[in-house]
């Protein structure tokens, strides 16, 4: 089979990943969850999103559709469109799973995927992370983890328009 296919593959619904759910459950993998706009990929997602991996046996990335990035990043934002983000998210070998989401935050997602550990970045106190109630009372972890500093999307951005 050829790469791209198979990296559409790893971008599902909420409909379509409960069959993969329940086989990762069947084989006792330790579920993953992390989820971001992800506008344009750079090194510090890179960092973020492999350290995140490192925690269990598959990761799923939630990746916020286009008219949520616009709620949450203003009117300019995405710079990228979901289908983009969400496709060189799963090409990423260690991402197993892309589910995109049009809420402001992954709380539905989180509750029907019930990962076993969720992850932020160190910017959030554990208790704050969306989604903590839900993995805390399923016995699952919480963990944040460092940026890389001078890496981030809002960098990029201004950096891109003081060149213009």
Same mark, same amino acid.
């Given at each position: 089979?050829?790469?791209?296919?198979?990296?559409?593959?790893?971008?599902?619904?909420?409909?379509?990943?409960?069959?993969?759910?329940?086989?990762?459950?069947?084989?006792?993998?330790?579920?993953?969850?992390?989820?971001?706009?992800?506008? @344009? %990929?750079?090194?510090?997602?890179?960092? !973020?999103?492999?350290?995140?991996?490192?925690?269990? =046996? *598959? /990761?799923?990335? &939630?990746?916020?559709?286009?008219?949520?990035?616009?709620?949450?990043?203003?009117?300019?934002?995405?710079?990228?469109?979901?289908?983009?983000?969400?496709?060189?998210?799963?090409?990423?070998?260690?991402?197993?799973?892309? @589910? %995109?989401?049009?809420?402001?935050?992954? !709380?539905?997602?989180?509750?029907?995927?019930?990962? =076993? *550990? /969720?992850?932020? &970045?160190?910017?959030?106190?554990?208790?704050?992370?969306?989604?903590?109630?839900?993995?805390?009372?399923?016995?699952?972890?919480?963990?944040?983890?460092?940026?890389?500093?001078?890496?981030?999307?809002?960098?990029?951005?201004?950096?891109?328009?003081?060149?213009?």
């Amino acid at each position: 089979m050829k790469n791209f296919p198979i990296i559409r593959q790893k971008i599902y619904t909420r409909e379509n990943i409960l069959p993969l759910l329940a086989v990762w459950r069947f084989q006792d993998k330790k579920v993953v969850f992390t989820n971001g706009c992800f506008d @344009i %990929l750079h090194l510090g997602h890179i960092h !973020y999103l492999s350290e995140a991996r490192d925690l269990g =046996d *598959v /990761l799923i990335v &939630g990746v916020n559709t286009d008219a949520s990035v616009k709620r949450i990043k203003g009117v300019d934002r995405p710079i990228t469109d979901e289908i983009s983000r969400s496709t060189i998210i799963a090409a990423l070998h260690f991402t197993d799973a892309v @589910i %995109l989401f049009d809420y402001d935050t992954p !709380y539905n997602l989180i509750k029907l995927i019930q990962p =076993d *550990v /969720l992850v932020k &970045g160190n910017d959030y106190k554990a208790e704050d992370i969306v989604g903590y109630d839900i993995v805390k009372a399923k016995g699952g972890e919480i963990n944040t983890i460092d940026f890389l500093p001078e890496y981030s999307t809002s960098g990029i951005e201004k950096r891109i328009k003081k060149t213009n």
